[in-house]
């Protein structure tokens, strides 16, 4: 029973994208230090060039431009032990406003008021109003690092909910070609995701239409692991991955003249199972993230 609660427990965020972070990083007194993330970098290869005329796809944004965007992320985890009942352990929606600021290092966001389904976690949510974050971005458009600084009284819920949701958004995001394409290109972006199990992340991304710098771009995202073997957190022991299957797709709007994308939504899900080679014990996972971008 010991071991059961204990797999339960650390299997809680699996298939969430998060990042390892030390403990002065999760102390009270430093929620108000900002705390800079590395991302990983992608490799873009070019499928299909697409129709004439072609044109290299590069955000075109100048220093002092401003976006007004809402980021909503809602995760679900329904995990199983063995032939025990299934257990629900999503955590709650979070919709987050942000107002974006091009600047000559990157991008810098100012976080709304950010709400959530659950009336708890939306009361502290309150209190990392006014909030920043930002990023940094490569040539093709791809974040190479993820900047936080929290509220100075940010709760400790508010600040691990916020900081999950950009992960997502983060991982989520897309990257442009090297080369130049048009309308019907088809292009793949390679990417290992940081996250309780490391993942090599293929997404396939298709320009399906492009208005002046508005392009509209479908996603298809599988996501496998690195390894067959899971390594718990906090040497705790390790578990056999059985079966790792997650897939995704959706559609987003971006402008190269603005940083963020202006709307669309992604959904990635699927099941895992893991089994614990000492005891045999049986954890099967059935989850399933959505990020969605709207004005």
């Avoid at 030390?22 to 129709?51: K, R, W």
């Avoid at 107002?99 to 000559?104: R, V």
């Avoid at 790792?244 to 994308?261: E, F, K, N, R, W």
Wanted: proline share 7%; net charge negative; aromatic share 4%.
């Amino acid at each position: 029973m010991v071991l059961a609660v204990a797999l339960s427990t650390m299997a809680v965020a699996c298939g969430e994208v998060t990042e390892p972070r030390t403990e002065a990083e999760v102390e009270p007194s430093a929620l108000d230090q900002e705390i800079t993330m590395p991302i990983a970098a992608v490799v873009t290869t070019v499928l299909q060039p697409g129709a004439e005329p072609r044109e290299l796809l590069r955000r075109s944004f100048a220093v002092g431009n401003s976006q007004q965007v809402t980021l909503q992320t809602n995760h679900h985890l329904e995990q199983q032990i063995n032939n025990q009942p299934p257990h629900d352990f999503s955590p709650p929606a979070v919709t987050i406003p942000l107002t974006a600021q091009t600047g000559p290092d990157g991008v810098d966001l100012t976080l709304g008021t950010a709400t959530s389904s659950d009336p708890d976690l939306a009361q502290q949510l309150q209190s990392a109003d006014g909030s920043h974050a930002g990023f940094a971005m490569s040539e093709v458009g791809a974040i190479t690092a993820l900047r936080m600084t929290s509220a100075p009284n940010t709760s400790e819920a508010a600040r691990a909910a916020i900081e999950q949701a950009f992960y997502q958004a983060v991982y989520q995001s897309i990257a442009f070609p090297a080369n130049a394409v048009g309308e019907g290109a088809v292009w793949t972006v390679h990417q290992r995701v940081s996250s309780d199990v490391p993942l090599n992340q293929v997404t396939t991304a298709t320009l399906t239409r492009r208005a002046g710098n508005l392009l509209t771009i479908d996603l298809d995202v599988v996501q496998t692991p690195t390894s067959k073997v899971w390594d718990l957190p906090n040497s705790a022991g390790s578990l056999d991955i059985l079966d790792y299957a997650m897939h995704g797709t959706g559609t987003i709007t971006v402008d190269l003249d603005l940083p963020l994308p202006v709307s669309g939504m992604i959904t990635v899900g699927g099941r895992q199972s893991y089994r614990d080679p000492r005891s045999a014990v049986l954890l099967c996972d059935h989850t399933s993230t959505q990020v969605q971008w709207g004005r």
